[in-house]
């Protein structure tokens, strides 16, 4: 019901426009609430998971794997992840290297390399919804905007010039189901963005460690070689 001038009009009251748009607006207010919450606790649950493989105490144990791993101290290693109280991607994956050392060196890089894989995809693992969400919410609110445009135009074409204060209004309100859809794809984009930098920053931490580990064994296995190699003088 629209009040114009001390009047009442119903101008789209019986009409299937008026229903379609309405109920288009309630459900597109109510997809933009659920995408709010989903956004939120996808957020929240990403930045505990990022949160154990970025802090001091993670940089530091990172550190301290690479040294141990350049002189070759499997038991120096194995007692530094026995006493870090965290699992994160850096422990599991040097569990995982410790558990397959007697490997050939050619094995074990590929090992590592899948398990670098497992990791990726472990840590890009509900990062499409936020993406999803990033590129999508805008255009909903658009949508709203639309139907709610179209139904202050339905409005002016019933009420004529007396109703175009009351059409103006409806267009202002419509707009804001454009505000909504920037308010959620905003923050959720910047989101994105900030977890696959530090989903990039991991992995490329762990390729590194990777490499330490195979160099490590490709020297020692040299060496081992050049040892058994030099004959054994006797007097």
Known sequence: MIVVQG?????????????FVDLGEKIIFLVMLFASILAIAVFIERL???????????????????????????????KLLETHPMENSYTRFMHFVLEREKENHK???ELMEGKILKERL?????????????????????????????KAFYGLGTLGNSGAEVVMRSISTALLATAAGLAVAIPVVMANNYFTRKMKLIIGHLEILSKEIH???????K??????STPNIHH
């Open 122 to 150: 472990g840590l890009e693992e509900r990062l499409p919804i936020l993406n999803t969400l990033g590129n999508n919410t805008p255009f909903i609110g658009l949508l709203g905007t639309v139907l709610g445009v179209i």
């Open 48 to 78: 505990i998971v990022y949160k154990r493989n970025f802090n001091k105490e993670s940089e530091s144990l990172l550190d301290s794997l690479t040294l141990l791993v350049r002189h070759r101290d499997l038991k120096g290693t194995e």
């Open 215 to 221: 160099a490590s064994f490709i020297t020692s296995g």
């Open 107 to 109: 094995g074990l890089e």
């Open 223 to 228: 060496h081992n070689q050049s040892s058994s």
């Open 7 to 19: 009047k009442e009009f119903c101008p789209l009251e019986g009409s299937k426009m008026q229903d």
